[in-house]
T-cell receptor, first 110, second 115 residues
Framework: QQQVKQSPQSLIVQKGGISIINCAYE??????FPWYQQFPGKGPALLIA?????SEKKEGRFTISFNKSAKQFSLHIMDSQPGDSATYFC?????????FGQGTTLQVKP | GAVVSQHPSWVICKSGTSVKIECRSL??????MFWYRQFPKQSLMLMAT?????????EQGVEKDKFLINHASLTLSTLTVTSAHPEDSSFYIC???????????FGPGTRLLVL
């Protein structure tokens, strides 16, 4: 029940395209859903986060869509750029402890 | 954003020795810090929660006698891998919450290689 399932495992997108990464959770007690971006050899960096009372949150080119009834949330990266190539992790929390998804390696081709 | 540092950034040690990794919050105080381990091409797995002034709480399956955690001040937590073995080779990352329990900022990580 503590798992967060993330898909796809890897994603290749053309420059300017939309990257979409999906996550699903089971524990309805989770009340905070962040997305992190990680470059090789670096620590994760917080991208954007949402709480379940909101269905969508947008910050620049990054948008989180949240479906509470389906217990799913997704990250959309608009106008994807080669510099967005990294590993993305979704996570969920209700006590401050983050439970991470498996990660998605995104490659944006020029 | 908030800055969390780790030292060292990488370390190579012989099997059987102990290694200490430091995690510091540079511009804010953190009564709680978290330690994660990440194997190549895998996700981050929470190892333990470091609590300032009290004992750390460990996740299931993490040996508390092997991974010693000390949260000596509001800006410093240390993780000591005791009697390290090759299977302990991994990327160790700490995090600290700033404005709230969920707003965690991660350190740059420490890569440990045990020969």
């Amino acid at each position: 029940q503590q798992q967060v399932k993330q898909s796809p495992q890897s994603l290749i997108v053309q420059k300017g395209g939309i990257s979409i990464i999906n996550c699903a959770y089971e524990n309805t007690a989770f009340d905070y859903f962040p997305w992190y971006q990680q470059f090789p050899g670096k620590g994760p960096a917080l991208l954007i986060a949402i709480r379940p009372d909101v269905s969508e949150k947008k910050e620049g080119r990054f948008t989180i869509s949240f479906n509470k009834s389906a217990k799913q949330f997704s990250l959309h990266i608009m106008d994807s750029q080669p510099g967005d190539s990294a590993t993305y992790f979704c996570a969920a929390s209700n006590t401050g402890k983050l439970i991470f998804g498996q990660g998605t390696t995104l490659q944006v081709k020029p | 954003g908030a800055v969390v540092s780790q030292h060292p950034s990488w370390v190579i040690c012989k099997s059987g020795t102990s290694v200490k990794i430091e995690c510091r919050s540079l511009d804010f105080q953190a009564t709680t810090m978290f330690w994660y381990r990440q194997f190549p091409k895998q996700s981050l797995m929470l190892m333990a929660t470091s609590n300032e002034g009290s004992k750390a709480t460990y996740e299931q399956g993490v040996e508390k006698d092997k991974f010693l955690i000390n949260h000596a001040s509001l800006t410093l937590s240390t993780l000591t891998v005791t009697s390290a073995h090759p299977e302990d080779s991994s990327f160790y990352i700490c995090s600290a919450p700033q404005t709230g329990p969920e707003t965690q900022y991660f350190g740059p990580g420490t890569r440990l290689l045990v020969l």
